[in-house]
């Protein structure tokens, strides 16, 4: 991580400087500041066309009672690509377009979902603590469920024992 850091920090920069001069030397200056400017302006266009539509697949998934995991990897994308091609460079404005094109944004949209697919495990538990707090005994090795009987409950399972006391609602108001 540290090193995707700071490659985003000190390469990033030099490589698009690098791709500026050399865009320059092969076009001219003045169509070089065109071409890094030009893509700024689409790309706020292009950002608020793409973020509506986006915005509206979203919310008729709501309305169709679906859940809207296309829709929201689609916006969060939309979003990226508008803010990349409003950051002055060739590299990023390559990077920005396709996160933005509805045909290139696919492949990208099938790329980030397998990745949080793999990558992000969702636990439900029957209640916060006890939920939450067996998975980090698993990880840690304990809270297994094939632990013998005489083990301490926490490691056994998920039953609780408690009692119910009811409450008079008008000694909640004072």
């Keep these: 991580m540290f090193a ?5 920090l000190i390469l990033w920069p030099i490589a698009e400087l690098i791709a500026i001069v050399w865009v320059a030397g092969m076009i001219g200056i003045p169509w070089t500041i065109l071409l ?7 790309g706020a266009f292009v950002l608020r066309y793409q973020g509506r539509s986006a915005w509206r697949r979203f919310n ?5 009672g679906k859940t809207p995991t ?8 939309v979003v990226t690509g508008g803010l990349l ?4 460079g060739f590299i990023t404005d390559i990077f920005g377009l396709i996160l933005i094109l509805p045909p290139t944004r696919a492949p990208v949209r099938g790329l980030v979902t397998a990745y949080a697919q ?3 495990v969702v636990k439900v538990g029957t209640t916060a603590y006890g939920g939450a707090s067996s998975v980090w005994q698993r990880r840690a090795g304990r809270g297994r469920r094939d ?12 039953d ?7 409450v008079d609602q008008r000694q909640i108001g004072k």
Excluded: H, K, M, Q
């Design 4 to 8: 995707l850091f700071i490659f985003l």
């Design 36 to 42: 890094l400017f030009a893509p700024c302006i689409a």
């Design 60 to 64: 008729e998934a709501l309305r169709a």
């Design 70 to 77: 296309r829709e929201v990897v689609d916006g969060v994308l």
């Design 85 to 88: 091609l409003l950051i002055p």
């Design 118 to 120: 793999s990558n992000l």
């Design 147 to 158: 632990a013998p009987p005489e083990a301490e409950p926490a490691i056994r399972g998920y």
């Design 160 to 166: 609780v024992e408690g009692t119910a006391v009811e």
